[in-house]
């Protein structure tokens, strides 16, 4: 254990954590889905979270604190976040597959540097950086700017998902979006680093050319970060999970899963 966790232990915190699992237990790992900064447990309990368990994999869905139905927490840092994942994999009857979302793909990250997973699924990763914020910053400024100053980030319909989503649904799933704790906001902008990942598990990535939040560059050089080339949904918007053609992402999420050797 490293010393700073020694020293400063992360405060525990109430999480809410959702789940489904096949009528069928076939002993396939479970997986535990984790949302971006805003979304809570809720944005895989829509589609993702049932169309695994439909597929034979127990699926779980948390909410990091803060968000969702788990304890608030306006001072939460990406470390704690880290921290939130790892215990509620630690629970989970077996070597869990951790797949992350958006700014949740970054805490996923920090995650396997303290939790062997069995793999990793990075989807639409945000790993940070000015590169991010700045497309960011033009195409919604106004939901952009206020994060800078500890205010939150407001992500719009049009950054989030495609024309092809029918704009009630778009709208019920913005006005569900929360707030991320502002020193966790503050550390994308100096993109921070992750250790290593113990025992060098298998790690996915995939997202859409079309995402108004992640340029195509940034999952290039996420993907490169773990040795392969992400896999592509064009037509897409940042919430893949939520948009319209939601169940091709987690059907090649659930092949590859299928096919890949599990962690050494």
């Not at 309990?45 to 803060?66: D, I, T």
């Not at 970054?106 to 396997?112: D, E, P, S, Y």
């Not at 790993?127 to 939901?143: D, E, H, K, T, Y």
């Not at 319909?157 to 704790?181: I, K, M, T, Y």
């Amino acid at each position: 254990m490293r010393g700073r966790e020694w020293s400063r232990p992360v405060r525990p915190a109430r999480r809410e954590v959702l789940s489904a699992t096949p009528e069928l237990e076939e002993g396939r790992p479970p997986l535990l889905f984790v949302p971006g900064f805003g979304h809570g447990a809720w944005a895989f309990a829509e589609h993702w979270l049932g169309h695994a368990a439909s597929r034979g994999f127990p699926a779980y869905a948390m909410s990091l604190r803060g968000h969702g139905g788990s304890e608030p927490a306006p001072e939460a840092t990406l470390r704690a976040y880290a921290h939130d994942v790892v215990q509620v994999a630690a629970g989970l009857p077996r070597q869990a597959v951790l797949v992350g979302h958006g700014a949740g793909a970054l805490v996923v990250a920090h995650a396997l540097a303290r939790y062997p997973a069995r793999s990793a699924v990075l989807v639409a990763p945000v790993f940070g950086g000015w590169g991010v914020f700045g497309a960011a910053l033009r195409r919604n400024p106004s939901g952009t700017l206020p994060a800078v100053f500890g205010g939150p980030l407001r992500l719009s319909r049009n950054q989030l998902f495609s024309r092809d989503l029918p704009d009630a649904e778009a709208r019920r799933h913005v006005a569900r979006l929360g707030r991320a704790g502002r020193r966790a906001q503050w550390a994308l902008l100096g993109e921070p680093e992750a250790e290593p990942a113990v025992g060098a598990p298998p790690v996915l990535v995939l997202g859409s050319p079309d995402d108004r939040v992640v340029p195509t560059s940034t999952l290039n050089r996420v993907a490169r970060r773990y040795g392969s080339a992400p896999l592509l949904f064009p037509g897409m918007g940042h919430d893949l999970m939520l948009d319209a053609r939601w169940a091709e992402p987690i059907d090649a999420i659930l092949d590859w899963l299928e096919k890949e050797p599990a962690a050494h």
